[in-house]
């Protein structure tokens, strides 16, 4: 199925650094969702975006609903040896519907 | 906080045999569950969408039946893997939402390992 265009596959960076990922589509999503996933776990919301040009922030990290609705980014500020794991983006068109999942971002903090 | 459960986490199973994957949603009705596949290194890929008290609709090339779906309540959906091979060992994750919610939330994930 469609997936969404996520980058970079990997980051290596060093604890107290800041990182950012991005997500884009061809096609608008009226919601956009990030999510971290530990190894062997399922995923893990970290934040919803709701409305185009929404910037939210959960702590260290921030995200925003790009204003065409077709993108989206992920900041993470101040990076931890915890903030390791696979980082996806996902679309939703409408509410309930069926998630478009990006193909993840595996972040690596050397300590 | 919304809380949905899987069981059993980590399953082995012998080729031939049928292994049967619980999603329950534990503090709210789902009407709708979501049956994922991962395999190592790759993103989530949608299986199937299940819908309480109705027929599961499955993504193209995806067989409705050698993966089994059952939703029969709002807070249980199964998925039966028939038959299983080798090739179908995986992680297999569910996720749901409320009635009237926006968020999905996801299943721990359960670990099918066909020998």
Redesign the interface.
Known sequence: GQQLNQSPQSMFIQEGEDVSMNCTSSSIFNTWLWYKQDPGEGPVLLIALYKAGELTSNGRLTAQFGITRKDSFLNISASIPSDVGIYFCAGQRASGSRLTFGEGTQLTVNP | GAV?S?HPSRVICKSGTSVKIECRSLDFQA??M?WYRQFP??????MA?SNEGSKATY??GVEKDKFLINHASLTLSTLTVTSAHPEDSS?Y?C?A?EAL?????????S?LTVV
């Open positions: 949905v899987q009407t709708t979501f290194k790759q993103s989530l890929m949608l969408t993504e193209q992680f994750i996720s939402t919610g926006n968020t999905i939330y996801f299943g721990e994930g670990w």
